[in-house]
């Protein structure tokens, strides 16, 4: 399971080990008191379409550490032992509300995902080591000509966190929420009008197999766009789409430093790096090597991983994930002092991430989880509260 949301929230602030350790061992007290073993989650359809709607929430069940599937109500179902083929996985589809129509349904205390399709179920299958995902990037996927998406979201006893994501693809649009203690709620995720198809018209009338990205279904259907990542597997970018810009960052900073700091709350914890011998070598304020990086490709860059590998740790992974937002908004060549967090600097060289820049460039509050670490300085489409009283989900518009 690809699911980061965990992981991406945590890792940016010294509290993070802290947090994870707490959430592995809380028993039950007030604050499991403040947050129900379930939430209601409204499904409200605004897509405009007549398709049928499923919508499935399957995860890890928090207090076994179980993975399974929730129904309408909440009750959390284990997958049954899957086998070598894969065998189809139980049913855990939930029917959907029709266009113009609202449903709401019970979210239990899950780390995991809120699919939802569009004409028909999807197809889950189980293999001997647990639940295998649709894999959008593969052309033999059995979900690759179903119309669909997903949330992720983790529910515990501090609270809830629920996102609209693109890291793997933009596809359906739709919009998540949470209603506050006090009644207020906090929503994102929304396009501007005319902001799905400006994102697919964006990619289409760039050159250099950015178009390649977007797949169709042979009755026409859009399907979805890929992420640049998996643009690469499939062979619609070219692996050089990110050389230019990536030699010029390793050329900048073998004359001069790159100064890193990671972390919002410690801004006296800094690293430094400088590149010598084709590696960047970061020190500590006493000048010892705390971690170095290989000069990354591509893949590393669009993925945050392989070269740019970012541990939950406290030194190397805050470190990553700042050269890895750097890298995919190339702000490193015009700022040596990172994270870069002003929007205004994002996506302005001629080589850069062009799937993140049309999809920020296209929400109505410039917010999305277009990169694993598109939370670096607070760009991602995130709700959270430690108190929920119901979540949404908003089925948005095509246009």
Known sequence: MRHKLLRRLLAPTAAAALFSAVIAVQSPSSAEAAVPA???????NNSGRGDAVYV?????????????????????????????????A????????????SKTIQIPKFSGRIYFSYGQKLVFKLTTGGLVQPAVQNPSDPNH??????SEYTLNDSGLWINSTQVDMFSAPYAVGVQRA???????????SGGYNGVLNDLRGRSGGWAGLIQTRSDGTVLRALSPGHGLESGALPTSVMDDYINRVWQKYASST??????????????YGRVSGGVMNF??????????????????????????????????????RTLCA??????????????????ANFYQDAVTNQYARAIHAQMADGKAYAFAFDDVGNHESLVQDGSPQQAYLTLDPFN
């Open 56 to 88: 499935y929430t399957i995860g890890t069940l928090l207090s076994t550490g179980q993975q399974g599937w929730a129904d309408a109500s909440g009750a959390f179902h284990a997958w049954p032992a899957g086998g070598n083929p894969p065998t189809p």
């Open 326 to 343: 750097g890298f995919n908004r190339t702000t490193l060549l015009v700022n040596p002092n990172q994270p870069d967090t002003s929007s």
């Open 258 to 271: 790159l100064t890193v700091t990671p972390f919002t709350d410690q801004p006296s914890t800094k690293y």
């Open 90 to 101: 139980p049913d855990a589809s939930i029917p959907g509300p029709a266009a113009g129509q």
């Open 38 to 44: 379930t939430i209601p989650l409204k499904v409200t």
């Open 145 to 150: 000509d179903i119309l669909f998406n997903w």
């Open 283 to 320: 020190t500590n304020g006493s000048g010892a090597v705390v971690t170095s990086f290989q000069k990354p490709d591509a893949d590393s860059v669009f993925g945050c991983h392989k070269l740019l590998d970012a541990p939950n740790d406290q030194v190397r992974g805050p470190i990553s």
């Open 182 to 192: 006090d009644g207020s709620t906090a929503s994102t995720g929304h396009l501007k």
